[in-house]
């Protein structure tokens, strides 16, 4: 790849991937809405508010591929997910129809099915179950990428992240967890494949307890190494095990079920 444009750069998962993007591409163009710190030697740095189409029109010119973490991440006021999570999809996709349809790699979430218990076992066709507004909107995000898949040929991997960070943090995370590794090598596959098409794929290390099946797309010759079970003990002692009647302990998407609708100002 001669150009690779890494949206969310100077977010928790951004900042942790930035690093570890150098030689996946000649150039990774990191973007943000807020500072980016100073450019590597290999990058370059484009403040970008993905809600901003002519922004997001030269953020995308001259990519090759995408990887999209930008946006809110977690439950909000509708009017700031709609902004980056709705408007900020539609002007990437658009922007990305208008260059050439570079691959995207979608920063989709383990909340588009938050209302699945945790004794369920998930795969890719099972129907969407948000757990709030901010997992409406990867419900949409995903949807909006199929769409440009049907209608264009944009191929897109849509990945529902679990927990993506450097340890597990609690019980439910021994089940969501992805290690940085393994969302590294998942990356490589994603570009690295000939044909990606639109699938949908859990992103999860190879935990013991895991909810999600992702054999469907074993084509993209992915093995996650990590197994988030090694923190077990560390957890155990950490903190107690929430109790069976909480909701953290009987939804998949945790403590997201729970939140409520932000009022606006
Ligand atoms: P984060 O909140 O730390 O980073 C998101 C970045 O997007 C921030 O740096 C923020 O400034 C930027 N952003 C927000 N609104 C924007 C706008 N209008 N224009 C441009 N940039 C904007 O989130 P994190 O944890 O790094 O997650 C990255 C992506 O992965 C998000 O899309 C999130 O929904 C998704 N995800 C992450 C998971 C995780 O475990 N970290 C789990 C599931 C999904
Ligand atoms: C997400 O979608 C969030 O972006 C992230 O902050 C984590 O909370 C993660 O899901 C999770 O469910 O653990």
Same mark, same amino acid.
């Given at each position: 790849m001669k150009r690779l444009l890494l949206t969310g750069a100077a977010g928790g998962l951004g900042s942790a991937m930035r690093g570890r993007l150098k030689g996946l591409a000649e150039i990774v163009r990191v973007s943000d809405i807020v500072d980016l710190g100073s450019p590597a030697s290999h990058e370059e740095a484009m403040i970008c508010d993905l809600g901003d189409r002519a922004a997001v029109d030269r953020l995308v010119?001259? %990519? =090759?591929a995408i990887i999209h973490l930008g946006g809110?991440? /977690?439950? &909000?006021k509708f009017s700031k997910i709609m902004n980056a999570n709705l408007l900020g999809l539609y002007n990437l996709y658009e922007a990305a129809r208008a260059n050439g349809m570079p691959r995207i790699l979608f920063a989709s979430s383990n909340h588009t099915i @938050?209302?699945? #218990?945790?004794?369920e076992y998930l795969d890719h066709a099972t129907p969407m179950k948000p757990d709030g507004l901010y997992g409406v909107s990867k419900c949409f995000g995903e949807a909006l990428a199929r769409m440009y898949h049907e209608k264009f040929g944009q191929e897109t991997a849509l990945v529902r992240i679990g927990s993506c960070m450097e #340890?597990?943090?609690n019980h439910r995370m021994l089940s969501t967890w992805m290690s940085y590794d393994d969302f590294l090598s998942m990356i490589e596959c994603i570009f690295r494949v000939p044909r990606l098409g639109c699938p949908v794929i859990? @992103? %999860?290390? &190879?935990? &013991?307890? #895991? $909810? $999600? =099946?992702?054999?469907? /797309?074993s084509y993209l010759g992915w093995h996650p190494r990590d197994n988030a079970e090694r923190f077990r003990a560390e957890i155990d002692a950490a903190m107690a095990r929430p109790e069976p009647d909480d909701a953290v302990a009987i939804y998949q998407g945790g403590p997201f079920v729970r939140d409520p609708i932000f009022a606006e100002d």
């Open positions: 010119e001259g %990519c =090759d809110i991440s /977690v439950e &909000d @938050g209302f699945y #218990r945790q004794d #340890r597990p943090k859990w @992103g %999860c290390s &190879d935990n &013991d307890t #895991r $909810w $999600w =099946d992702n054999s469907h /797309v």
